[in-house]
Structure formats: C-alpha cells, structure tokens
C-alpha cells in the first residue's frame, strides 16, 4: 500500500486496503454506510491535550504581559481560560497557531502598539512560551481508547487520516510518539492557509486518500469539525464529548459519544 502522509514523516504500512471498499460504521442508533475512510481530530478526540494547552496559554498570558502590564487577563478571555478551566469551544482549544497570534496581537495593539510591532512582540513571547516543554507530544497523551479504534477499523480496511488545527510536524509527532503511524494514511495539520471549518482542508485529506467526501466520516470535539464536516458534504460527523460540558458545541453532529470505542463495524 502506498503510504499518503505529509511531507514530514512516512509511516510504515499495516495492512492491504481495497480501494473500492465500502463499509458500514454504527454508532448508538445511527449507521452510517458506503464508509471508505475515518478522519480524526487530533486534540481533544485523540489526544489528551486540555492541560497542557491550559499551561501553555497561561504561560503565553503571563510573558505577554511582561511586556505589555495589565493585557494578561483579556489574552486570557481570548484563549478561552475561565479561572482554572479551559473552554473544549475555545480558541485555544480549536484554533492554529496562527489564530491564536492573531487574537493575542490585536489584545496588545488595543493598548496603541502598532500592528506589526504588537504581532512582533507575540511571536516572541510563543516562542518563549514553546521553550517550556521540550516536546508537545510528550505533554498530550493519546486516549486509550483512540488508538484502539484506529488499530480496530485500519484492521478492517478503512482509511484513516489525522486532520487538526496543530501544525503538521507536531501531528506527525505525535502519532510516532504514541505508535498511531502504522494505522494512519495522512497526518495533516493547519498551517499558514485555510483553517477549519474551510471545507478544502476536508477535500484536499480526501485527494490524498482517493476517496470521497461523501464517503468518509469526520470525527471531532469541537463545532469547528461538524461545520467542516457539514461543509464539504461528508457522510457524517461523530462528535467526541469527553466531559457533558463539551455536548452544546457539537450541536449538527450526526451522533455525540462519550467514548471512540462506539464507533463499531
């Protein structure tokens, strides 16, 4: 089989696909048929990650504000912190890098900065803030019961791709360091282009795995991904809701489940 991945890593084959296969996928009282591919979020539907991106905004808070006193508390209303919590609907939560500097640098510009010096001054403090954990990967664990369902549906011949809002190389990253890159045909990011919902992100994992829109599943955590999903006229969207507070943000999911373990042959 020939492997899709981006451009970053190449990850070895597991098993033979049939191109033409299609197959039923059941969650709760929903079926979903023709299905030739899954893809997965990555944060918050595979990984683990609501601590370390709540540390990491704080941090990004704080160095930001040593720059520029008395920002700290809007950047942090931005990022979607509420006191210790961080919103699952957030920017933090679902938006790139490159949203997140955006929303930061235009904090710092109310304060009469410039534009270019305020997003200047941002990018400096992430790339402070980075210099605090060595590896993201080894701070978002995969959930148990992700890498059970990729072994469990690439093991029946299905698709499967990592379609996320975190760079490429991190994606990469972190399906190497949690053993996913044998059941994995694409590991995509976001990078400095179109960014979820936009349906071309979906379409363009799809190309790549020579399937359908109509015949692949998007599963997510966050309205970004039902609205992607619903965009570019996928066969559905699973939404992953890790905790009940995360439910209203995945309103227009096909289905909403506590764990990937529902998702069945």
């Known amino acids: 089989m020939e492997m899709l991945l981006a451009e970053e890593g190449v990850f070895p084959p ?9 197959m039923l996928i059941r969650c709760g009282l929903i079926t979903f048929s023709e299905v030739q591919a899954v893809v997965f979020d990555k944060d918050g539907t595979l990984a683990d990650s609501a601590h370390f991106l709540r540390v990491l905004a704080q941090r990004r808070s704080h160095l930001i504000d040593a720059r520029v006193p008395g920002v700290e508390g809007s950047l942090q209303l931005a990022f979607g912190l509420e006191g210790d919590r961080l919103n699952p609907a957030g920017l933090m939560a679902v938006g790139t890098r490159r949203e997140n500097e955006i929303a930061a640098a235009a ?27 060595s590896r993201k990967a080894d701070h978002t664990p995969c959930y148990e019961d992700g890498v059970e369902t990729l072994q469990r549906l690439a093991g029946a011949g299905l698709k499967l791709a990592i379609l996320s809002s975190d760079t490429t190389a991190e994606v990469v990253d972190f399906a190497d360091r949690y053993g996913l890159a044998p059941y994995l ?19 363009r994992v799809c190309k790549r795995l020579d399937v359908l829109p109509q015949h692949t599943l998007v599963v997510g955590d966050s309205q970004a991904d039902v609205q992607l999903a619903i965009a570019a006229r996928s066969a559905g969207c699973i939404g992953i809701a890790r905790s009940p507070s995360a439910v209203p943000s995945l309103a227009g999911a096909s ?5 990937l373990r529902e998702i069945r042959l």
């Open 255 to 259: 289905i909403v489940i506590e764990s």
């Open 107 to 133: 904090c710092v510009a109310q304060t009469g900065r410039g534009w270019s010096e305020s997003l200047t001054l941002v990018k400096s403090a992430f790339r402070e803030a980075d210099q605090s954990f």
């Open 14 to 22: 597991f098993c033979v696909l049939n191109p033409d296969s299609k």
């Open 185 to 203: 045909q694409v590991a995509q990011g976001t990078e400095d282009g179109p960014s979820k919902p936009d349906p071309i992100l979906l379409e």
